[in-house]
Nanobody, 114 residues
Framework: VQLQASGGGLVQAGESLRLSCTAS????????MGWYRQAPGKQRELVAA???????IHTDPVKGRFTISRDKTKSTVYLRMNGLKPEDTGVYYC?????????WGQGTLVTVSS
């Protein structure tokens, strides 16, 4: 199983980042994919998802600022994050969606300073 997230970093409020996640081919082929995040002291939550058919879902806190996309040829899912806010701080993970795998990978840390 491979779920390799990257692209996080320390940015100031209002700036942008693009996260990437490469998944095992079997995960990517048979599932939708989602980006999740876990803020300090909080439970992990869904941020955005792309279905097997390519439809996208963005949760209310990120709607209009974040965009999920995928490259099926590379088994990679992306999360473009614009207008970052301090409340976007957390560890970002990718995983299958809607039924996530037990394995989450190491995630990538996003820190947004005010």
């Amino acid at each position: 199983v491979q779920l390799q997230a990257s692209g996080g970093g320390l940015v100031q409020a209002g700036e942008s980042l693009r996260l990437s996640c490469t998944a095992s081919g079997t995960i990517f082929k048979f599932n939708g994919m989602g980006w999740y995040r876990q803020a300090p002291g909080k439970q992990r939550e869904l941020v955005a998802a792309v279905t097997r058919d390519g439809n996208t879902i963005h949760t209310d806190p990120v709607k209009g600022r974040f965009t999920i996309s995928r490259d099926k040829t590379k088994s990679t899912v992306y999360l473009r994050m614009n207008g970052l806010k301090p409340e976007d701080t957390g560890v970002y993970y990718c995983n299958a969606w809607p039924n996530s795998l037990a394995y989450w990978g190491q995630g990538t840390l996003v820190t947004v300073s005010s």
